[in-house]
Nanobody, 114 residues
Framework: QVQLVESGGGLVQTGGSLTLSCVAS????????MGWFRQAPGQQRELVAT???????QYADSVKGRFTISRDNPKNTVHVQMNSLKPEDSAVYFC????????WGQGTQVTVSS
């Protein structure tokens, strides 16, 4: 049983910063991908950023240069540092793990006020 526990969401003003963290526990394959997706009301879930256990990263164009993803492999933890936040970044952010199959966290709300 794999579980993902997210933390770090909240309310921030435009231009502010937040860091989201996610800890994975359970039976996790050593070679895996962790990351973040987000879903705003009425929209589809979309990629924010991912990072493999080897350190390869992928970012959505909309967050490149503003968000930085990192991970701690021994602790099965992934973080995303979000800077220069915009109102359009407001969404529920979901932690993601690919380890033989996809796993999702319950989501954490990020609200950016204008």
């Amino acid at each position: 049983q794999v579980q993902l526990v997210e933390s770090g969401g909240g309310l921030v003003q435009t231009g502010g910063s937040l860091t989201l963290s996610c800890v994975a526990s359970g039976s996790i394959f050593s070679f895996n991908t962790m990351g973040w997706f987000r879903q705003a009301p009425g929209q589809q879930r979309e990629l924010v950023a991912t990072i493999t256990s080897a350190g390869s990263t992928q970012y959505a164009d909309s967050v490149k240069g503003r968000f930085t993803i990192s991970r701690d492999n021994p602790k099965n933890t992934v973080h995303v540092q979000m800077n220069s936040l915009k109102p359009e970044d407001s969404a529920v952010y979901f932690c993601y793990l690919w380890s033989r199959r996809a796993y999702w966290g319950q989501g954490t709300q990020v609200t950016v006020s204008s």
